[in-house]
DNA sequence: GTTAGAACTTGACGCTACGTCAATGTCAAG
DNA sequence: CTTGACATTGACGTAGCGTCAAGTTCTAAC
């Protein structure tokens, strides 16, 4: 006793397409190819068949199906491997939940979502060979350290004062003040204080050379556009580079 | 000012394949193309960029992205309806898991995995059409209505006497015995008592006659392999069929 | 001036699990 | 004999690029 291809895809609730192209992967081969080419299925396809769309729902690849069926891996070994993998994908799922309210949340208040791709120049993972090579290796380990003793709070705060000057910085920009005049000059002070405020800061590090550092920050700020974006482009990342060249000549 | 693609690939953190999969997507037009063919990107096309990436990472499709930066869309509105999806996609992770850990315990307990088909076969949503051809629409319904009736915890121990009753009809028609012998006779007792003890059985309902419905019931074991397979395919399933008959004749 | 090597270009295939035509052949019923 | 239902193989499309492949151009060394 067999079936025809639309017979078995109703009994077992799937199309007579997945069928075939279960044929075509070595999945499920038809029990019987009548002489006229067409596939017919007898019980134990059913059971196969149904045991595949059983794994399927369950979220296992057709590929890992197939090594359960052919005994190759055990079906609770697969299944267990398969819930990590699920388990890793709920939590990737909550990470990006998470993003995306507190982006819109930044988007209600009227912020401009800057801070992202301003700490991305800092982040340990993702730009670790650049930094490696702009600071050093020390730079780089003496950073991670700092970064991560910071904890949560302490990341976040320093994110957020991070954003509130780089508002500060444009706003002065388009003012047309001088750099080195009392606007700058304050938003320097602050600018350095944000870098050095907490302790183990890397501004401290590299040769501990605090007016070099401050300086030097100012140049990459103009040169590394990824900085500049923070403070109104190219122009804007300009003004910010003078006011620190003259408060470091000035106070450091 | 501007870069060449791979340059403004590494300041973004991206690859130049994506860069050019963005140009043809129409998303991310270089700036200029010089005589020679090559691609270079401004500040602008950067700050664009790092936008793109952004909403990326929360999980936006490349063409809800498109919308977003061609002003057709608000972001915030995009993010949120985005926010949606992202949450019905952790639901559906979240019962797969529960799925995949609970056949996980069957599958340590031993256990043959059959409850899931067999319920299939009564699943209101998925055979309404094929329900309602067997047995009418009204008894649909009223399956239906007894079904939801039964709450979680019944539902539960439902399935689980199915399984149990499944189990012991294949160890009997493995060991030789007659269906009109008194194993054979017990188990179809217990069967209908399966069938017809919770209050509002749909056994009672297909007209009230409880002896037709026995018998037409082991038929269907039979015809349908989606039931034989829970009683070890076609040759269990006529076991089942004729201790049923028997006892329906005896009995009812 | 030449030449090796790096960087650039435009195709085009590959991956998941099928859905969806397209063109054509087969079978049962009227 | 025709019609309609059902079968076949073949091939494109999906999301977002990774990854060759083959050919051109730039750069720096010799």
Request: net charge negative; hydrophobic share 40%; proline share 3%.
């Amino acid at each position: 006793m067999d079936w025809s291809i639309q017979e078995i895809a109703k009994l077992a609730g799937t199309t007579s397409r997945t069928l075939r192209h279960y044929g075509e992967l070595g999945l499920l081969a038809p029990s019987r190819i009548a002489a006229n080419g067409y596939r017919h299925y007898d019980e134990r396809a059913l059971v196969r068949l149904q045991r595949i769309l059983l794994l399927r729902e369950l979220g296992l690849g057709l590929p890992a199906i197939g090594e359960v069926l052919e005994g190759d891996a055990g079906e609770a070994h697969a299944l267990a491997a398969h819930l990590g993998w699920l388990r890793q994908e709920q939590q990737r799922l909550a990470r990006q939940i998470a993003s995306v309210e507190t982006t819109i949340e930044k988007l209600e208040g009227g912020e401009r979502l800057m801070a992202e791709e301003m700490f991305d120049g800092f982040d340990h993972t993702k730009y670790q060979d650049e930094v490696e090579e702009r600071w050093g290796k020390d730079a780089y380990a003496a950073g991670d350290r700092w970064w991560r003793g910071l904890g949560e709070a302490g990341q976040h705060e320093w994110k957020a004062r991070a954003e509130a000057l780089g508002r500060d910085w444009i706003a002065a920009a388009e003012s047309g003040v001088e750099p080195g005049g009392p606007e700058g000059q304050a938003l320097a002070k602050r600018h350095v204080e944000w870098l050095t405020g907490i302790p183990g800061t890397p501004a401290a590090k590299p040769g501990g050379d605090v007016k070099a550092y401050v300086i030097g920050l100012g140049e990459m700020y103009v040169a590394d556009p990824r900085f500049g974006v923070n403070y109104g482009g190219t122009e804007g990342a300009e003004f910010v580079r003078d006011a620190l060249r003259a408060y470091a000549d000035r106070e450091l």
